[in-house]
């Protein structure tokens, strides 16, 4: 085992509502720290506020009426993430997470929908070393043909898994896989988190090149992958409206109902925003 893959790590996962990571909810989440002394496990269950599709509960084991009985507010749930996330990043403790970019973007985007200052924000635009095992694996054996999902990989590194799809479960698994990777490939080993941030970089930039053109060879529709990780290195013109959104609502709400029918622009509804076609669903 490499010394820094014994940690200090921050491990990081949710579950979610799906796959998009503008429109879609945390339902569950997860920070791991693994150190020298163990590991210790903060989890929570979050209110969405919106109906829990059964295909997402089937996956996750959380309902909707489940959510809504146990569940925390999530502006308050994800505070409580940010802030043990911007800690551990201040103290230098990598964050790791499998597939880093979906569930960093999709925390982004509860952040604002939420009114909440963003992890860019909050680090002052200096996000820290984020460790992803399903970059890395991409940078040290990119030919192997065949899906690399994180049950793959754990099976590939003989890595014991319990209930994935458990946000807690499926941390502690990604730790588990990181360390063993560590353990096969100097490579990793022999390098420091930070470098190994730099490579991830450079190393899913080349990944989403390869990917975007096979999506155009195949004439598959776009939009494709992006190529910043471990965030969007384009944001969303979602995520620079929604704060908008939330005063608007926050306004609106406290006035009379004909006042606010009067104040809507044409072809606005009552959430404050302007009906338009549902941007296509980002393939993660």
Known sequence: MSSWSAGPLLGFDTETTGVDVTTDRIVTAALVRRDARGTSVRTWIIDPGVEIPAPASAIHGISTERARAEGVAPALALEEIAAQLVEAQRDGVPVVAFNAAYDL??????????????MGERLSGDRGTVLDPLVLDRYVDGARKGPRKLVDLCELYL?????????????????????AMAGRHPQLSGSTPA??????????????????RWRARRGLPWPGDDQGWPTPSRPSRRTRLVRRATWYLDVVRGLPRRLV??????????AGAVSRREPQRREL
């Open 105 to 118: 973007a999709i925390l982004e985007h509860e952040l604002a929908r939420h009114g909440l200052p963003g």
């Open 159 to 179: 890595v014991p898994t319990g209930d994935l799809h458990t946000a807690e479960v499926d941390v502690v698994a990604t730790l588990d896989l990181l360390a």
């Open 195 to 212: 470098q190994l941030h730099v490579l991830q970089v450079a190393a899913h930039e080349d990944w989403v090149r390869s990917y975007n």
């Open 261 to 270: 029918r009067r104040l809507r622009r044409p072809g606005e509804n009552e």
